[in-house]
Nanobody, 124 residues
């Protein structure tokens, strides 16, 4: 089992920034692929970014490339999502998610564990 707890959501202005965190427990940190997925009202879950087991490789959705950055602190078993240059279309519930597959996957259906989600709202 893997437990994921997100924090850091809230409201921000367009052009501003927010940082989300995801505290992970239950399995050896780094033994899985981890990333962020978001869901806007009335829309399906959308892949945002994913990091491989080593933390060396990342893959971003085109919509956030160059604005969002995923990172992790192994000592704290925590993954972060730094979101800069926010846009109103970034408004969504953001989920931290883990896949037990050994490769990077962008389809949310392949993620095995999910956090409870944290709301991000961006005002224009």
């Amino acid at each position: 089992q893997v437990q994921l707890v997100e924090a850091g959501g809230g409201a921000g202005q367009s052009g501003g920034f927010l940082r989300l965190s995801c505290a992970v427990s239950g399995r050896t940190f780094g033994s899985y692929v981890i990333g962020w997925v978001r869901q806007a009202p009335g829309k399906e879950r959308e892949f945002v970014v994913i990091m491989d087991r080593s933390g060396d490789k990342t893959y971003y959705a085109d919509s956030v490339e160059g604005r969002f950055t995923i990172s992790r602190d192994n000592a704290k078993n925590t993954v972060y999502l730094q979101m800069n240059s926010l846009r109103p279309e970034d408004t969504a519930v953001y989920y931290c998610a883990v896949s037990l597959l050994s490769r990077i996957v962008t389809n949310p259906t392949y993620y095995n564990y999910w956090g409870q989600g944290t709301q991000v709202t961006v005002y224009s």
